[in-house]
Antibody
Framework: EVQLLESGGGLVQPGGSLRLSCAAS????????MYWVRQAPGKGLEWVSA????????YYADSVKGRFTISRDNAKNTLYLQMNSLRGDDTAVYYC?????????????????WGQGTLVTVSS | QSVLTQPPSVSATPGQKVTISCSGT????????VSWYQQLPGSAPTLLIY???KRPSGIPDRFSGSKSGTSATLGITGLQTGDEADYYC???????????FGGGTKLTVL
């Protein structure tokens, strides 16, 4: 069974940093692109970042470019999101998700499954 | 504002059919596969439709997807109270080099 388990969320002050992790199991991790998607309280889904299976290709939403860094350790089956210079509008539940079929970041196949999410709260 | 445009809400009665639209542009919906996600209250999103009109295993055929030009549509027939959820469309935007989501549509089954 494919499982994704996020961790690392919590309360952080504006300007601070946090690193999220997503532990994956039940599939060959390096064969699939991975994603971070967030959801602010009471709001819709917002794509944050994506990384190819090899880790060589990364993509970011304009809202986080230059502040967030996505990475992966294929030996540890773990996806990361390093978040720096955090702002109040970064407050959200952060989900990791797996590409359903591909190592490349692409639309085919969709995102499946998603983890249960980890809450990041940026507040003083 | 979301890159993909969805109606904020739709409603219908049990047993009826409902459709949810997703409008994009030639750089996203027009040239890339669209997927749809269901988010039940208090839960993480789950994949409902992928590649415009395909259903993952376990998704009942009451759910369907279609795409024409720069618009995609999710259809749900035989509505059940358990279908009450938020529904999101998504795709890759080739101009932005970014995934884009619709703003979400809240389905109420009266």
């Amino acid at each position: 069974e494919v499982q994704l388990l996020e961790s690392g969320g919590g309360l952080v002050q504006p300007g601070g940093s946090l690193r999220l992790s997503c532990a994956a199991s039940g599939f060959t991790f390096s064969n699939f692109a991975m994603y971070w998607v967030r959801q602010a309280p009471g709001k819709g889904l917002e794509w944050v970042s994506a990384i190819s299976g090899s880790g060589r290709s990364t993509y970011y939403a304009d809202s986080v470019k230059g502040r967030f860094t996505i990475s992966r350790d294929n030996a540890k089956n773990t996806l990361y999101l390093q978040m720096n210079s955090l702002r109040g509008d970064d407050t959200a539940v952060y989900y990791c998700a797996k590409s359903a079929i591909a190592a490349a970041v692409m639309a085919a196949g969709g995102l499946d499954p998603w983890g249960q999410g980890t809450l990041v709260t940026v507040s003083s | 504002q979301s890159v993909l445009t969805q109606p904020p809400s739709v409603s219908a009665t049990p047993g009826q059919k409902v459709t949810i639209s997703c409008s994009g542009t030639s750089s996203n919906v027009g040239i890339n596969f669209v997927s749809w996600y269901q988010q039940l209250p208090g839960s993480a999103p789950t994949l409902l439709i992928y590649d415009n009109n395909k259903r993952p295993s376990g998704i009942p055929d009451r759910f369907s997807g279609s795409k024409s030009g720069t618009s995609a549509t999710l259809g749900i027939t035989g509505l059940q109270t358990g279908d009450e959820a938020d529904y999101y469309c998504a795709t890759w935007d080739s101009s932005l080099s970014a995934w884009v989501f619709g703003g979400g549509t809240k389905l109420t089954v009266l």
